[in-house]
T-cell receptor, first 109, second 116 residues
């Protein structure tokens, strides 16, 4: 069964810092990988989707990379802002979604 | 579009009672997913439907849980009888194309269930 791990579980950074969130998965036979954001008490919002044939995707200050052979993905957030504070989850898909446990990010003003 | 709609938003019940959670997917979406989220286990897929047909229910914890999708615009997740360990946030999500191709899912706000 696919196992998805996210490290660290929690991260606190000062405003303006660039940061990297990590996601690893055990089975490289995936269709794609997605990064989601979850705000407290709310559902998930999709941030970026990387198809298995792609290496990276960018949206604004966010950049996600995918190395399928090594089972790793990173989410890079540039110039972090307090509004980025949330839990970030990665999910890999084949016939269904497999979610990581998330990284709780706090950006300190 | 109003997005995925879930009701109720909060539910508090006593052990042994029946609980029914409801979901209205985004209009035109063909796949619907039920998830459960807890601090201990994170986000777990319970069951998903393609074109109203249950495809994979291997995540359903036990026979106390059942899900139906009588039409393209409505689904229910029922727990009978409920137990304290069922306390969690239950999310419904939908996507445009059939599950298996990994299209983006759109999540509802969730139902917070507390079983006393």
């Amino acid at each position: 069964k696919q196992e998805v791990t996210q490290i660290p579980a929690a991260l606190s950074v000062p405003e303006g810092e660039n940061l990297v969130l990590n996601c690893s998965f055990t089975d490289s036979a995936i269709y794609n990988l997605q990064w989601f954001r979850q705000d407290p008490g709310k559902g998930l919002t999709s941030l970026l989707l990387i198809q298995s044939s792609q290496r990276e995707q960018t949206s604004g200050r966010l950049n996600a990379s995918l190395d399928k052979s090594s089972g790793r993905s990173t989410l890079y957030i540039a110039a972090s802002q307090p509004g980025d504070s949330a839990t970030y989850l990665c999910a890999v898909t084949r016939n269904q979604f497999y979610f990581g446990t998330g990284t709780s990010l706090t950006v300190i003003p | 579009d109003a997005g995925v709609i879930q009701s109720p938003r909060h539910e508090v019940t006593e052990m042994g009672q029946e609980v029914t959670l409801r979901c209205k997917p985004i209009s035109g979406h063909n796949s619907l997913f039920w998830y459960r989220q807890t601090m201990m286990r994170g986000l777990e897929l319970l069951i998903y439907f393609n074109n109203n047909v249950p495809i994979d229910d291997s995540g359903m914890p036990e026979d106390r849980f059942s899900a139906k999708m009588p039409n393209a615009s409505f689904s229910t997740l029922k727990i009978q009888p409920s137990e304290p360990r069922d306390s969690a946030v239950y999310f419904c999500a939908s996507s445009f194309r059939s599950a298996g191709v990994g299209e983006t899912q759109y999540f509802g706000p969730g139902t917070r269930l507390l079983v006393l």
